[in-house]
């Protein structure tokens, strides 16, 4: 099992950018020294929700911080990108860190990015098949061309390529982020693993696995990729004493993040958008998730692998909004939950 960090940036009422970023930076380092296995960096544009508006950037800043852990992003929004500029970052950064680097992509959301970025609203609704298709022949040939709807260019050498014999050594890893049939179907099809949100419990990530499984088999993905597959789970993690002080700390200030980052969301199109009740999605979160003593963290932890197969864990280790709180959180899941989990 593997246990890492979700990271967001998050900017809780009352603080400045600056001060979410710091936060997310040292959350990073502190996981390094910590012995936790990743840190996931999540990217959003216009919201205080997370103030990381590239992953991909502040993931080479953390390469260049620390010197074990993997760093990936989570993700990196491909409607609002070339697929080949991001793929030539996603290269560079597998070279020069020696192999740390995972790329996680997916389609983002409805959001005015794709009005300021200039994609539109195809990018996001009929484009992202397209886009990781170019993106990954990107990442595993050693030249590309494109004539598709959206990109369509002559052929050019990959420099630098990700590896310099393609045939031992793929690239960057790539994880898609899932929410539906469709794209799960879409990275099974492709054989690439699955990164599945924190609103998710159990018995629906057990399903979207199984659903990866039975896709990857119909499109003729071998048994050792179908059974080799890394997928990853987004999750809440809180450490405490006693379980009800965990909690707390987090009902006491995730509510006014949710509300204040959510409530900033703006659609391209005027669509309307559910919300969620910032408290009620809170105490969801800690129902899910590892929240409270070491030892049931490190217990919900193993169930939830055992109950959906899935190995890997990018938990969000700032809840709590305060700097020493969150360093010490990940110090204490890397003292305290690790061992517990082998």
């Known amino acids: 099992m593997h246990v890492g960090t979700f990271v967001l940036g998050a900017q809780f009422p009352g603080q400045g950018q600056g001060e979410a970023l710091h936060r997310a930076v040292r959350t990073a380092e502190v996981a390094d020294e910590a012995g936790l296995d990743a840190v996931w960096l999540a990217e959003h544009h216009f919201v205080p929700y997370g103030t990381c508006p590239s992953a991909i950037t502040l993931a080479a800043l953390l390469l260049g911080r620390t010197r074990r852990i ?40 409805p959001w005015v990015d ?81 990164l599945l949100g924190m609103h998710v419990g159990d018995e629906e ?15 003729g993905r071998s048994p050792e990729e179908i059974s080799g597959a890394a997928h990853v789970s987004a999750g809440v993690c809180q450490i405490a004493d006693r379980r009800t002080d965990a909690v707390e700390s987090l009902t006491k200030a995730m509510p006014g993040w949710l509300k204040q980052g959510l409530d900033a969301h703006v659609t391209v199109d005027g669509r309307a958008r559910a919300m969620r009740d910032p408290l009620a999605y809170t105490e969801l979160l800690c129902g899910l998730h590892p929240v409270g003593t070491p030892r049931l963290c490190a217990d919900r932890l193993a169930a939830t692998s055992e109950r959906t197969g899935i190995s890997r864990f990018a938990l969000l280790v700032e809840g709590s909004g305060d700097l020493a709180a969150t360093e010490e959180n990940v110090r204490r899941l890397g003292a305290e939950v690790l061992p517990h989990l082998g």
């Open 205 to 219: 990530k057990a399903e979207m696995v199984a659903l990866w499984r039975t896709c990857a088999r119909a499109a």
């Open 70 to 109: 993997r760093v990936g992003t989570a993700v990196s929004v491909l409607p609002t990108v070339h697929p080949v500029a991001l793929g030539e970052q996603a290269a560079l950064l597998h070279v020069t860190s020696g192999g740390r680097f995972s790329l996680g992509v997916g389609r983002g959301g």
């Open 114 to 194: 794709l009005e300021v970025f200039g994609s539109g609203l195809e990018a996001y609704e009929s484009g992202f098949p397209e886009s990781l298709d170019l993106l990954m022949r990107w990442l595993r040939e050693p030249s590309v061309s494109a004539s598709g709807e959206r990109f369509s260019f002559r052929e050019v050498p990959v420099v630098p390529r990700p590896a310099e014999d393609l045939d031992e050594t793929p690239g960057p890893e790539v994880v898609v982020a899932c929410t539906s049939p469709s794209s799960v179907k879409l990275a099974a099809e492709r054989g690439l693993s699955m």
